[in-house]
């Protein structure tokens, strides 16, 4: 395809505006989305809306294919344009479209299975006494036009087509998507794909929108617009809480579904650092340094208790990162953030510097880096709880039991939490797991956090800040429930009722009836 540079507005693609950007990977330049653009969009969402939520799940799983369909044979120039602007290597992003194509796959099973609704009956009793008892129903609808905010280290999986997009379209909403500025040509590749496979499949126009913009304006005018009902974003805590903040001051506000900062804690218990602390520290260091550390889920604390083993532990790790060389990073604002934030770690007078990687000729290049601090520093100061985005780790030693526990429990909310112990450790320490349920959406034992599996499953989640909803899930199936509500239908005559709740209930999807697990017809109503 041939770059426009220009917004995807449904069938069109338009550009009203004179303000342009370039990333400087690609000869073409991009306009800004005017605030009549984003506007158009979203209306042209809503009204879309309206016919695409009332379409079978069959029917949007065939959209759902179809994209997955012009993905792959376009696969190719997307990877290579991909590596163009994000600098990731060939077998990364090849690894990424296959997950995407994949991830599109499971929900277009979930939305044709069909039970994903929840459907619950609890049938009428006339003849109940005091009071005779309502005929209630309830299911899951789609909200309405939503607004998604891509990710600039995942140019597929969590943007134009990634979790949220597909979600959000699984559910019966339609998406207004506002592209990375680290990768325009890319997002407008796949959204060119999207809007494809849309009319192939004899969508109403609107279903999506693709937005372009290096600035925010574009992004508050998408979040406060009054069409928009919910937000996906994957980034920076900075950036998350600002469009939360936008939406919660709206008329209406709206919730915002903001994955944001980790520092994804790894705790190492005795016993298995006396086992194999070299082994260990060298598989820790692969993971915190794997991508240039640009990975939500990468290690970037860990905790452990003061001994000879942890030093030894300390050793091993320090010289595998003096000897990894340093790789490009995604974009030049991450590689500014990255140097100031190894900067304040550096100046920290309770901070210790235990490494420094290779030096290398890449561009944007984000050098591998490692501290050492105690437990009283680390939860004197909450800075040493930011996230530095990029291959950097801080070890944190605790001079006792009680302050490793104690550490645990004054942690900030994380995507995930990793123990590594041995059977025995895990029967000693089984205390501290009470703690880590408190604090993290995934909790691994003995493995790495890097590598998100898209399963039913899957909890990518967590508390603040690590999200701004730990209830939800932006990757695996159940993240559809963020842009869903449930409904109750009371009394309702059969032909009114949605077809998941009917007696004859002919999408033979599960059903809950008066609590208990049913599929087939309501013999009882």
Same mark, same amino acid.
């Given at each position: 395809?041939?770059?426009?540079?220009?917004?995807?507005?449904?069938?069109?693609?338009?550009?009203?505006?004179?303000?342009?950007?370039?990333?400087?990977?690609?000869?073409?330049?991009?306009?800004?989305?005017?605030?009549?653009?984003?506007?158009?969009?979203?209306?042209?969402?809503?009204?879309?809306?309206?016919?695409?939520?009332?379409?079978?799940?069959?029917?949007?799983?065939?959209?759902?294919?179809?994209?997955?369909?012009?993905?792959?044979?376009?696969?190719?120039?997307?990877?290579?344009?991909?590596?163009?602007?994000?600098?990731?290597?060939?077998?990364?992003?090849?690894?990424?479209?296959?997950?995407?194509?994949?991830?599109?796959?499971?929900?277009?099973?979930?939305?044709?299975?069909?039970?994903?609704?929840?459907?619950?009956?609890?049938?009428?009793?006339?003849?109940?006494?005091?009071?005779?008892?309502?005929?209630?129903?309830?299911?899951?609808?789609?909200?309405?036009?939503?607004?998604?905010?891509?990710?600039?280290?995942?140019?597929?999986?969590?943007?134009?087509?990634?979790?949220?997009?597909?979600?959000?379209?699984?559910?019966?909403?339609?998406?207004?998507?506002?592209?990375?500025?680290?990768?325009?040509?890319? #997002?407008?590749?796949? $959204?060119? =794909?999207?809007?494809? *496979? %849309?009319?192939?499949?004899?969508? +109403?126009?609107? /279903?999506?929108?693709?937005?372009?913009?290096?600035?925010?304006?574009?992004?508050?005018?998408?979040?406060?617009?009054?069409?928009?009902?919910?937000?996906?974003?994957?980034? #920076?805590?900075?950036? $998350?809480? =600002?469009?939360?903040? *936008? %939406?919660?001051?709206?008329?209406? +506000?709206?919730? /915002?579904?903001?994955?944001?900062?980790?520092?994804?804690?790894?705790?190492?218990?005795?016993?298995?650092?006396?086992?194999?602390?070299?082994?260990?520290?060298?598989?820790?260091?692969?993971?915190?340094?794997?991508?240039?550390?640009?990975?939500?889920?990468?290690?970037?604390?860990?905790?452990?208790?003061?001994?000879?083993?942890?030093?030894?532990?300390?050793?091993?790790?320090?010289?595998?990162?003096?000897?990894?060389?340093?790789?490009?990073?995604?974009?030049?604002?991450?590689?500014?953030?990255?140097?100031?934030?190894?900067?304040?770690?550096?100046?920290?007078?309770?901070?210790?510097?235990?490494?420094?990687?290779?030096?290398?000729?890449?561009?944007?290049?984000?050098?591998?880096?490692?501290?050492?601090?105690?437990?009283?520093?680390?939860?004197?100061?909450?800075?040493?709880?930011?996230?530095?985005?990029?291959?950097?780790?801080?070890?944190?030693?605790?001079?006792?039991?009680?302050?490793?526990?104690?550490?645990?429990?004054?942690?900030?909310?994380?995507?995930?939490?990793?123990?590594?112990?041995?059977?025995?450790?895990?029967?000693?320490?089984?205390?501290?797991?009470?703690?880590?349920?408190?604090?993290?959406?995934?909790?691994?034992?003995?493995?790495?956090?890097?590598?998100?599996?898209?399963?039913?499953?899957?909890?990518?989640?967590?508390?603040?800040?690590?999200?701004?909803?730990?209830?939800?899930?932006?990757?695996?199936?159940?993240?559809?429930?963020?842009?869903?509500?449930?409904?109750?239908?009371?009394?309702?005559?059969?032909?009114?009722?949605?077809?998941?709740?009917?007696?004859?209930?002919?999408?033979?999807?599960?059903?809950?009836?008066?609590?208990?697990?049913?599929?087939?017809?309501?013999?009882?109503?």
């Amino acid at each position: 395809m041939t770059l426009t540079g220009k917004q995807l507005i449904g069938y069109t693609a338009a550009a009203s505006g004179t303000k342009t950007f370039s990333n400087d990977d690609v000869d073409v330049r991009f306009f800004e989305a005017t605030a009549a653009e984003v506007d158009q969009a979203a209306r042209l969402a809503t009204e879309a809306f309206a016919r695409y939520r009332q379409l079978t799940g069959a029917a949007r799983a065939a959209f759902l294919e179809r994209i997955a369909h012009e993905l792959s044979l376009v696969r190719a120039p997307l990877n290579e344009m991909a590596q163009r602007e994000t600098g990731l290597p060939s077998a990364r992003l090849d690894g990424e479209i296959t997950r995407t194509i994949n991830q599109i796959k499971l929900f277009a099973a979930l939305i044709t299975e069909g039970s994903w609704v929840r459907a619950m009956i609890d049938p009428a009793q006339p003849d109940r006494q005091p009071l005779p008892k309502a005929d209630i129903r309830q299911m899951q609808i789609p909200l309405g036009a939503i607004g998604v905010f891509g990710a600039s280290n995942f140019p597929f999986a969590f943007s134009v087509a990634g979790g949220d997009t597909i979600s959000a379209l699984a559910a019966g909403c339609c998406v207004v998507y506002k592209s990375h500025p680290g990768h325009p040509a890319t #997002s407008e590749m796949t $959204g060119d =794909a999207i809007v494809r *496979a %849309a009319r192939a499949t004899n969508m +109403p126009e609107g /279903v999506f929108s693709l937005l372009q913009g290096a600035g925010h304006e574009s992004g508050v005018q998408l979040v406060t617009h009054p069409l928009i009902k919910a937000v996906g974003f994957t980034g #920076s805590l900075a950036g $998350g809480r =600002a469009l939360f903040n *936008a %939406a919660a001051q709206r008329e209406e +506000p709206i919730p /915002v579904y903001a994955e944001m900062g980790s520092v994804n804690p790894v705790i190492l218990l005795p016993g298995i650092l006396a086992e194999k602390s070299a082994d260990l520290a060298k598989t820790l260091a692969a993971s915190n340094t794997l991508g240039t550390g640009q990975f939500c889920t990468n290690p970037g604390v860990f905790l452990a208790l003061d001994s000879n083993e942890t030093t030894s532990f300390l050793q091993t790790y320090a010289s595998t990162i003096a000897a990894t060389p340093g790789d490009g990073m995604l974009t030049e604002p991450i590689c500014k953030s990255y140097a100031k934030g190894i900067t304040r770690l550096s100046n920290h007078p309770e901070v210790k510097a235990m490494a420094t990687g290779l030096t290398t000729e890449k561009k944007r290049s984000g050098i591998p880096n490692a501290f050492k601090t105690t437990v009283s520093a680390f939860l004197k100061d909450a800075s040493l709880q930011e996230e530095v985005f990029g291959p950097s780790a801080l070890h944190v030693v605790a001079g006792s039991r009680e302050e490793l526990i104690d550490a645990i429990r004054q942690m900030h909310g994380q995507l995930t939490l990793s123990v590594w112990g041995t059977a025995q450790d895990l029967v000693e320490y089984s205390d501290i797991f009470t703690q880590l349920e408190l604090k993290g959406g995934r909790i691994i034992c003995n493995g790495v956090p890097t590598g998100v599996e898209v399963t039913h499953a899957m909890m990518h989640g967590g508390p603040y800040p690590a999200t701004t909803d730990s209830k939800y899930t932006s990757v695996g199936t159940q993240a559809i429930y963020r842009f869903t509500r449930p409904v109750c239908y009371q009394n309702y005559p059969q032909h009114l009722l949605p077809a998941p709740l009917r007696n004859e209930n002919p999408l033979n999807v599960w059903r809950s009836v008066n609590g208990q697990p049913q599929q087939g017809p309501l013999t009882t109503a």
